[in-house]
């Protein structure tokens, strides 16, 4: 593949910003004394920060890599991924949910849970998230290895090897506050370098006008420039984007993804951590056209050369942004994108790997090894990011032969636990009936559900496949109808029981007690 050819401005622009992000990370650690200050930054980031730390959590290499292949694969649907996905379920996590979460001094999700209903319904899902943060971390390093050869004609695993690198060092010495800290740094960064993608994208084809003429003129792309799709598309009908995307995929992310809440629990109040969300919020609705558009402006470019996506083979999807930016970005434009692909990477790395530290500490590490000291439990941690950055690597190869892009890889990942993690979350705070027999049962019926659609395509052959957002629609169904089937005929806990853990049930404080 053509690669790009950086000269010394170049250079020196990615220099910079590494050495910055690496730099701040390790003049974080002079704060870093106990677990607390690891995993929540000691309760002491400021909203702004924060509310750039959700942005690129969110955003980062999988989504630029990603988005810009579907976005040349399917148009602008992909944009509901932030229109219908985001706007409202993080609004909904900033003035309903959070404030449980924070109210009840948890660390991470699966410890609500636990507190809530008992502790086999925590560890379950922080192996499920332990599982699932170690694949998103081989998509990332995928990411990262597909733009490398690109941008610098590095191997796969060169590219993965200094990638990780990079990210593991101050991961792994400043822990939450160095993460979200270079985050904010890499969150301007990242909305520069898409920018720069998608202006001179268009003024090298005319316009939105000649990417409209372009993309129309295409024997399979009908349905291209529509946001809503026919109801029998085989990937996004529109009835899958509303019920699946909207009402499950988007909301179980934003209120019960790992990466995410942690954030918003190490800042320095609910007030703050709310404002943070509502920031998110208005950061992130220039991304779908940030991250979208360049697929089109792809399409419209490189159709000769890419052809048809129904007839591709492995892995060239995940090319569509790398050749984009080879054909298109002058010297130090060029260096500046570099930097944005680089934050993207670093962004999205440092959030899981910290995330995933604090979880299998909090859930999985503390119940069976407990009563040692915070010193402990604070090194272990730090040793974790090391550990999860080797199985993510070795996730990486093994991502790019099965998914059509890494996009759709993280989305599918997700659909094996999100609409059972929803249904659980909801269940759990805005009722008091639901017991921890029905969790029990709602969780494993729900999981049981994805894992079955998913399994279709492998016994029936690839024409069989179910979309994932109908597997998160229906998993999330699932789990609703047997937890609540199940806390009919089962006895729940008293009150006193789910104090402070269910919205209708005040704290001590609030009642007066």
């Given at each position: 593949m053509e690669t790009a050819q950086l000269q010394y401005l170049d250079m020196a622009l990615v220099a910079i910003y590494l050495a910055t992000v690496v730099g701040v990370g390790i003049w974080l650690t002079r704060g870093v004394k106990t677990s607390q200050d690891y995993f929540l930054a000691g309760k002491t980031l400021p909203w702004w920060a924060v509310g750039m730390s959700l942005v690129v959590s969110d955003i980062g290499?999988?989504?630029?890599?990603?988005?810009?292949?579907?976005g040349y694969r399917y148009g602008l649907v992909m944009m509901n991924f932030d229109f219908i996905g985001c706007a409202f379920p993080v609004l909904a996590a900033a003035f309903l949910f959070m404030p449980f979460l924070w109210i009840a001094g948890v660390y991470t999700v699966p410890e609500y849970l636990g507190r809530r209903y008992n502790g086999a319904v925590r560890t379950f899902f922080a192996l499920l998230w332990a599982c699932f943060m170690m694949g998103t971390v081989g998509t990332i390093l995928v990411s990262a290895a597909v733009m490398f050869e690109a941008l610098l004609g590095w191997n796969f695993w060169w590219s993965v090897g200094v990638t990780a690198v990079v990210v593991g060092v101050f991961t792994t010495t400043g822990g939450l506050k160095a993460v979200v800290l270079t985050d904010a740094i890499s969150c301007v960064v990242l909305i520069v370098g898409a920018a720069l993608i998608c202006i001179l994208g268009l003024q090298h084809v005319g316009g939105w006008e000649g990417v409209q003429t372009t993309v129309s003129q295409l024997d399979w792309t009908s349905h291209h420039l529509h946001l809503v799709l026919p109801a029998d598309h085989p990937v996004f009908p529109w009835p899958a984007v509303l019920l699946g995307l909207g009402f499950v995929l988007g909301p179980a992310?934003?209120?019960?993804?790992?990466?995410?809440?942690?954030?918003?629990?190490?800042?320095?109040?609910?007030?703050?951590?709310?404002?943070?969300?509502?920031?998110?919020?208005v950061l992130k609705l220039f991304f779908p056209v940030l991250l979208v558009l360049p697929g089109l402006i792809g399409l419209a470019l490189l159709h000769e050369q890419l052809?048809?996506?129904?007839?591709?083979?492995?892995?060239?999807a995940n090319r569509v942004l790398p050749l984009l930016v080879v054909k298109l970005l002058p010297t130090g434009v060029l260096g500046i994108v570099v930097g944005a692909f680089l934050a993207g990477v670093v962004a999205n790395?440092?959030?899981?790997?910290?995330?995933?530290?604090?979880?299998?500490?909090?859930?999985?590490y503390r119940p069976l090894v407990p009563d040692r000291t915070d010193a402990h439990y604070l090194r272990a941690g730090q040793a974790l990011v090391v550990v999860f950055l080797l199985v993510g690597i070795a996730f990486a190869r093994i991502i790019q032969p099965v998914f059509g892009s890494v996009f759709e890889a993280f989305q599918t990942f997700m659909t094996f636990f999100q609409g059972p993690l929803l249904a659980l979350l909801l269940l759990g705070m805005l009722t008091r009936r639901t017991t921890s027999s029905g969790a029990l049962v709602g969780m494993l019926l729900g999981v049981g559900t994805a894992v079955a659609l998913h399994s279709v395509r492998f016994v029936l052959g690839a024409e069989?496949?179910?979309?994932?957002?109908?597997?998160?629609?229906?998993?999330?169904?699932?789990?609703?109808?047997?937890?609540?089937?199940?806390?009919l005929f089962t006895r729940p806990y008293d009150e006193e029981r789910l104090r402070g853990l269910v919205c209708w049930i005040p704290t001590r404080e609030e009642s007066g007690s």
């Open positions: 290499a999988k989504d630029m890599i990603g988005l810009a292949a579907d992310y934003w209120i019960g993804n790992q990466a995410i809440v942690q954030r918003t629990l190490g800042a320095g109040s609910q007030n703050q951590a709310r404002a943070s969300y509502v920031f998110c919020a052809g048809d996506p129904s007839q591709w083979t492995e892995g060239v790395l440092d959030s899981y790997i910290n995330s995933a530290s604090t979880l299998v500490i909090t859930d999985l069989y496949t179910v979309s994932y957002l109908w597997v998160a629609w229906w998993s999330f169904v699932a789990a609703v109808t047997g937890a609540v089937v199940v806390s």
